[in-house]
């Protein structure tokens, strides 16, 4: 079975750092573009940083200089790496990905389970 599992949620005080791993298993010839996403309580779901598989990336303007976004495509492995956090950085955050699987050789398109990120002191 293929799946995205995220990791590395949890509390952080403002200003701390945290680390969001998504890790893609099973039957995988590669993971090409990645996107983390956020939905907090009460608020639309935003688009917070992207990696395609040449290693370009893009980040959501609230964000911009404090997430950093990296792969490891030996592993499979998409992390992002929050730093300088906020109140406002509280979410649920998911992960987003094209991987191609086989056999028989398709793309899918996998959403992880989410893992919870809250700021607070």
């Known amino acids: 079975q293929v799946q995205l599992v995220e990791s590395g949620g949890g509390l952080v005080q403002p200003g701390g750092s945290l680390t969001l791993s998504c890790a893609a298993s099973?039957?995988?010839?590669?993971?090409?573009?990645v996107y983390w996403y956020r939905q907090a309580p009460g608020k639309e779901r935003e688009l917070v940083a992207t990696i395609i598989s040449g290693g370009s990336t893009n980040y959501a303007d609230s964000v911009k200089g404090r997430f950093t976004i990296s792969r490891d495509n030996a592993k499979n492995t998409v992390s992002l790496r929050m730093n300088s956090v906020k109140p406002e950085d509280t979410a649920v955050y998911h992960c987003?990905?094209?991987?191609?699987?086989?056999?028989?050789?398709?793309?899918?398109?996998?959403w992880g389970q989410g893992t919870l990120v809250t700021v607070s002191s």
């Open positions: 987003y990905a094209n991987v191609l699987v086989g056999p028989p050789t398709r793309n899918l398109e996998l």
């Open positions: 099973g039957n995988i010839f590669s993971v090409n573009a």
